[in-house]
């Protein structure tokens, strides 16, 4: 007799595929129901894994300060990228030192690699104002001097022949690596396929069945599926997925616009981040040029004003890149909150729901330890990581409203 699963995952991004990966790998019954929206948060990714880069507010953070500088929507007295709280630091290292054996894991679970390499990350410095930015981090680094290295012009010719002389140096940040993004979340998908969960695919939720303060079934176009529980791993449209249980999440789409070049030879054996935009060269060669940060709702497509700006900070960065071919342009959809960390967890006054959305440009980053995390609470377990500053209870009015059954 078919048993109905402990669990029901909404969502096929890169962080529903990880919760349904590791639920399915605690033994828990497990059904994935995806319907595929373009301009999903993992085509937004180049595969960056920043821990340190990202939580001072380099690779997408530059262009988010960028971005926020020019609609006056920065706090009185800041004059640089943000850093985010330590607990986003001490998060996203744990999250990124799962990745070597994860990417074993998934080889031999799933059959795919993800193509985790070693590459670090660099901030180029091109004026004083980059140098007084990238000062302080690397004296002051929070997780210690040993994680950073400041390389002179010559030492990141050296590196990086590829890169523009025309620097006062770098920043390196040990241990901010890559994978490739697409690959992750399909060797999510299948390795949990193969430990034995249901992927229910091109199925549209049309609404969650709550029943005296609690989720008792996930309704479909196709039917509705009993559960124990639901996890909202529904990305940038997460708010549509809470308000069927009467719940308010304050996510928002961020649309990053992005360009790839024709497979290239080696060109960079580091991610780059400059204030212009970042780089990373994948495996296939091809290089990776992103991103912008714009609200513009749920507007997929790109501009050739944004293609210009990336076209041209990529040439300023690596000159080698002017007479290189375009590939492909695309945007993706990220899942911003108001304080660009995730939320995670329970919601107050409604049983058998959890949130595993608003990662904003950190997703790839934080999925592993996002999965273990919401699979513990699943399993009732406890949790591997404090999640007490993740809930949604952190935002104030973020509460349930009145049973809407």
Known sequence: MNRSPDVVVVGGGVIGCAVAYYAAKRGLRVTLVDRPQRGRATSASAGGLWPLGESVGLGCGVIFYKA??????????????????KVFLDFAVRSNAMFPDLAEALRETGGLDVEFERTSLLFLMYDEG??????????????????????????????????????????????????????????????????????????????????????????????????????????????????????????????????????????????????DCYLAQKQHGEVIIGSTTEEVGYETGVTPAAMKALAAGAVRAVPFLKDVRVKRVWSGLRPGTPDELPI??????????????????????????????????????????????????????????????
């Open 130 to 275: 980059d140098v007084a930015f990238a000062k302080p981090l690397w004296e002051h680094c929070p997780c210690g001097r040993d994680l950073t290295e400041w390389l002179t012009p010559e030492e990141l010719a050296r590196a990086e022949p590829a890169v523009t002389r025309e620097v006062r140096g770098a920043l390196r940040f040990h241990g901010d690596d890559q994978v490739n993004p697409y690959r992750l979340a399909e060797a999510f998908r299948t390795s949990a396929r193969s430990l034995g969960a249901t992927v229910v695919t091109h199925t549209e939720v049309t609404g969650l069945r709550v029943e005296s303060g609690r989720v008792t079934a996930v309704e479909t176009a196709t039917g509705a599926i009993p559960c124990g529980l639901v996890v909202n791993a529904a990305g940038a449209w997460a708010p549509e997925i809470g308000r069927m249980a009467g719940v308010e999440i304050p996510v928002r789409p961020v649309r990053g616009q992005i360009l790839g070049t024709e497979a290239l030879p080696d060109v960079l054996s580091a991610c780059l981040s400059t204030t």
């Open 68 to 85: 926020m500088a020019g609609l006056g929507s920065l706090p009185d007295g800041v004059h640089g990228p943000g850093q985010l709280p």
């Open 344 to 405: 995670l967890g329970p919601v107050e006054g409604l049983d058998g729901y959890l949130n595993a959305c608003g990662h904003f440009r950190t997703g790839i980053l934080n999925a592993p330890l996002t999965g273990l995390l919401v699979s513990e609470m699943i399993a009732g377990a406890t949790p591997s990581f404090p999640a007490e500053l993740f809930l949604l209870s952190r935002f104030s009015g973020a509460i349930r409203r009145a049973d809407n059954r």
